[in-house]
């Protein structure tokens, strides 16, 4: 028997089983056909196989592009679209379009360009998720890739003019979302009673606004406008995600019983903990060295100075704070 996929995403926050778009599309969709998956959910990107997250680990290599996951799930006979029309199928291509023009450059500019937002919820989430010491230096590397996703899509000047191309952005957002729920309608799906690749990239994309606590809740607000949208975001979680909507990162250590995986995150936690105390007393007591508050003297301890510090009482002052 074959050795399973194995998936590597981001852990889950906000009420989702992931917090990354890119790897909530890849998850929802592997819930829709039912590809049998071991899934790590983790706060370190390096710990994957690809150094990236979503990667898919298979007999065949790993896939870290999310599309390429797709593909090849698709290719192992777990094909969301097959009962799709070939107008459908034009529709479906012609929405995606429409999602990565309009819809997503909006979204990268809520969670990652909007100041207030970044800093406190967006940062706020990551900077508490991944272990030290790279929770000091990958949220602004993220943040930095999806600048320059932002500026692949929306051109080289889009930095010229930040108020007017916020306004823009703003205006092609609300619009896709009406156009969104103008084609929802009354369905449960894009397409009727069974999902397909639509209705996961579609959701990946509206679940993190529609659960999210924002402090700039302006693009947020047109979304809750729209009952259809958020019914269907509610309904993929209810049907599809019902036991793993994902914890905020300060419970992250709470693990169920028997979860391999997420005990495997728990123990390197502990480690880096223990190894951030051991670097910071190990400074500490370097520099009482160096600037003298600490000395090693010879005299017996009935001569020795009742205020002196010696290196032993300051260890023992370290453990007990």
Request: proline residues 7%.
């Amino acid at each position: 028997m074959a050795a399973p996929m194995e998936l590597y995403c981001w852990a889950g926050g906000w009420g989702l089983p992931t917090v990354d778009p890119d790897c909530l599309a890849v998850l929802t969709y592997a819930r829709f056909t039912g590809v049998p998956l071991k899934v790590h959910k983790i706060t370190n990107p390096w710990r994957s196989p690809s150094g990236s997250l979503p990667a898919l680990k298979t007999s065949d290599g790993v896939f870290s592009d999310t599309q390429e996951i797709i593909t090849h799930f698709r290719k192992q006979q777990f094909n969301a679209d097959y009962d799709l029309s070939a107008l459908q199928g034009a529709d479906t291509l012609a929405f995606l379009s429409l999602i990565n023009r309009k819809l997503l450059p909006m979204l990268i500019h809520t969670f990652w360009v909007d100041a207030k937002n970044y800093v406190e919820h967006t940062r706020k989430w990551y900077a508490e998720a991944i272990p030290f010491p790279l929770n000091f230096f990958l949220p602004s590397r993220m943040q930095k890739r999806q600048l320059e996703r932002l500026q692949t899509i929306c051109g080289e000047t889009w930095q010229d003019d930040e108020e007017r191309l916020e306004k823009q952005l703003y205006r092609d957002g609300c619009e896709c979302l009406t156009l969104l729920s103008q084609r929802l309608g009354r369905k449960k799906f894009f397409f009727g009673d069974s999902p397909a690749s639509l209705d996961a990239f579609v959701f990946s994309l509206l679940a993190g606004l529609f659960n999210a606590k924002l402090p700039n809740g302006k693009f947020q607000q047109h979304l809750n406008s729209l009952p259809n949208l958020c019914n269907f975001c509610t309904s993929i979680l209810s049907l599809y995600f019902p036991w793993d909507g994902g914890d905020p990162p300060p419970n992250l250590h709470k693990v169920p019983p028997g979860d391999a995986s997420e005990a495997e995150g728990e123990t390197h936690k502990r480690r880096n903990q223990f190894l951030s105390v051991l670097v910071a007393l190990v400074a500490m007591v370097g520099y009482a060295f160096l600037s003298g508050i600490v000395s090693i003297h010879k005299e017996t301890p009935r001569h020795a100075d009742p205020h002196a510090l010696t290196l032993d009482e300051a260890e023992e002052e370290e453990e007990e704070e």
